[in-house]
């Protein structure tokens, strides 16, 4: 059964540096999202991306933040100069044409210190 | 915009018994409604969703939920709870961007 893969699994970064989650959707999806979750609290929607360009941010989404899908196969989100309360995780979800389910994948841990 | 509420945060049930995890739902339009679970250091996995149709919608692992509109409820549930169900239940809600409830733990005692 097709998955959400994501890299790294955790990362831990000094404050102030940059981040690149990767996550590689399912292969015939075509709507990508990323979430996040900060430890004890509920998953929060960031992002959501369709045909090559930010379709709806949330407010979380600010311009630390960015997404890339860089090629066929990969989708990446990018914090520019983390903070402490970036430590969180993060879930890439995709969306196949026509469906209404997002399949998940199984997140990245960030901690920053 | 769109809410949902999981007014427990915890849910204790003896093994063998029916198990139910509510939630409540605040949207325009016609809901898409959906529950996930989510384990100890993993993802979010898909239990079921209801888009439209039988209010009764059944899901993975004898999982099942009752859309109620009047209620603006989808409350899960199972008949007969074993332990390996012990998790963190999400609900949401939404069509291309969710809006999740804050989780409820469900513990299912042997």
């Known amino acids: 059964e097709p998955e959400v893969t994501q890299t790294p699994s955790h990362q831990v970064t000094q404050m102030g540096q940059e981040v690149i989650l990767r996550c590689v959707p399912i292969?015939?999806?075509?709507?990508f999202y990323w979430y996040r979750q900060i430890l004890g609290q509920k998953v929060e929607f960031l992002v959501s991306?369709?045909?090559?360009?930010?379709?709806?941010k949330s407010e979380i989404f600010d311009d630390q933040f960015s997404v890339e899908r860089p090629d066929g196969s990969n989708f990446t989100l990018k914090i520019r100069s983390t903070k402490l309360e970036d430590s969180a995780m993060y879930f890439c979800?995709?969306?196949?044409?026509?469906?209404?389910?997002?399949?998940f994948g199984p997140g990245t841990r960030l901690l920053v210190l | 915009a769109q809410s949902v509420a999981q007014p427990e945060d915890q849910v204790n049930v003896a093994e063998g018994n029916p198990l139910t995890v509510k939630c409540t739902y605040s949207?325009?339009?016609?809901?898409?409604l959906f529950w996930y679970v989510q384990y100890p250091n993993r993802g979010l996995q898909f239990l079921l969703k209801y888009i439209t149709g039988d209010n009764l919608v059944k899901g993975s692992y004898g999982f099942e939920a009752e859309f109620n509109k009047s209620q603006t409820s989808f409350h899960l549930k199972k008949p007969s709870a074993l332990v390996s169900d012990s998790a963190l239940y999400f609900c949401?809600?939404?069509?291309?961007?969710?809006?999740f409830g804050k989780g409820t733990k469900l513990s299912v005692i042997p």
């Open positions: 949401g809600a939404g069509s291309y961007q969710l809006t």
């Open positions: 991306f369709y045909n090559n360009e930010i379709s709806e």
């Open positions: 949207v325009s339009g016609n809901p898409y």
């Open positions: 979800a995709s969306l196949g044409q026509g469906k209404e389910t997002q399949y």
């Open positions: 292969s015939n999806h075509l709507y």
